[in-house]
């Protein structure tokens, strides 16, 4: 089992930066794909961006050039670095974790391909 909590949402205006951060307990995988999903209000959960266990890291174009996934092995926490935040990018942020057979993330990333999720946090960035 992988325990995942996020932290490091809340509200911004427009231009602004904010990092989530995702803290992970529990079984480590030798192989994994972590991401992070968000969902806005009325719309389907969609994912923003995925780093694999070897580093290798992938953005949905719309958060490309703004938004940057890292990791810091040490303290088990996965982060999302946004900048030039959009009234758009307002939605509730997840991280999400799950265990692969080697090789990068599939991408898109989808929900279904994820066992483990975070409980979420709430991004609003105001014009």
């Known amino acids: 089992q992988v325990q995942l909590v996020e932290s490091g949402g809340g509200s911004v205006q427009a231009g602004g930066s904010l990092r989530l951060s995702c803290a992970a307990s529990?079984?480590?995988?030798?192989?994994?794909?972590m991401g992070w999903f968000r969902q806005a209000p009325g719309k389907e959960r969609e994912g923003v961006a995925s780093?694999?266990?070897?580093?290798?890291?992938l953005y949905a174009d719309s958060v490309k050039g703004r938004f940057t996934i890292s990791q810091d092995n040490a303290k088990n926490t996965l982060y999302l670095e946004m900048n030039s935040l959009k009234p758009e990018d307002t939605a509730d942020y997840y991280c999400?974790?799950?265990?692969?057979?080697?090789?990068?993330?599939?991408?898109?990333?989808?929900?279904?391909?994820?066992?483990?999720w975070g409980q979420g946090t709430r991004v609003t960035v105001s014009s």
């Open positions: 999400a974790a799950t265990a692969i057979w080697g090789g990068p993330c599939l991408w898109p990333i989808k929900s279904s391909g994820f066992a483990y």
């Open positions: 529990g079984h480590r995988y030798r192989s994994y794909c």
């Open positions: 780093l694999d266990s070897e580093g290798s890291t």
